[in-house]
């Protein structure tokens, strides 16, 4: 069984950093993985995933800001947060694909069958 866990959401002031870590148990997290948020009211949208072979992409909006990376023996996904705004202020979801994968773009959420329950991140002006 499959259990993604979230952690190191909270809060922040604007331009803050944050680190997030997702723990996954009966997965591991070199095949495929990836960061989504969801602000109330909005659709779920990706914010960065990385691949098999390392290789990452980035939505536009959090591009040279936010850094995702994992470490294989701790089995952790990590997605670092800096000079946050306001606008960053969602519900932030770890997930990962079935299998290994190779996205040459931002991979849409129907790739990912296996989530975390989210932590929240909130960005204060």
């Known amino acids: 069984q499959v259990q993604l866990a979230e952690s190191g959401g909270g809060s922040v002031q604007a331009g803050g950093s944050l680190r997030l870590s997702c723990t996954a148990s009966?997965?591991?997290?070199?095949?495929?993985m990836g960061w989504f948020r969801q602000a109330p009211g909005k659709e779920r949208e990706g914010v960065t995933n990385?691949?098999?072979?390392?290789?990452?992409n980035y939505a536009e909006s959090v591009k040279g800001r936010f850094t995702i990376s994992r470490d294989n023996a701790k089995n952790t996904l990590y997605l670092e947060m800096n000079s946050l705004k306001p606008e960053d202020s969602a519900v932030y979801f770890c997930?990962?694909?079935?299998?290994?994968?190779?996205?040459?773009?931002?991979?849409?959420?129907?790739?990912?069958?296996?989530w975390g329950q989210g932590t929240q991140v909130t960005v204060s002006s």
């Open positions: 009966g997965y591991a997290v070199s095949n495929c």
């Open positions: 990385i691949n098999s072979d390392g290789t990452t």
């Open positions: 997930a990962a694909v079935r299998a290994r994968c190779s996205f040459r773009t931002l991979p849409s959420r129907w790739y990912f069958v296996y």
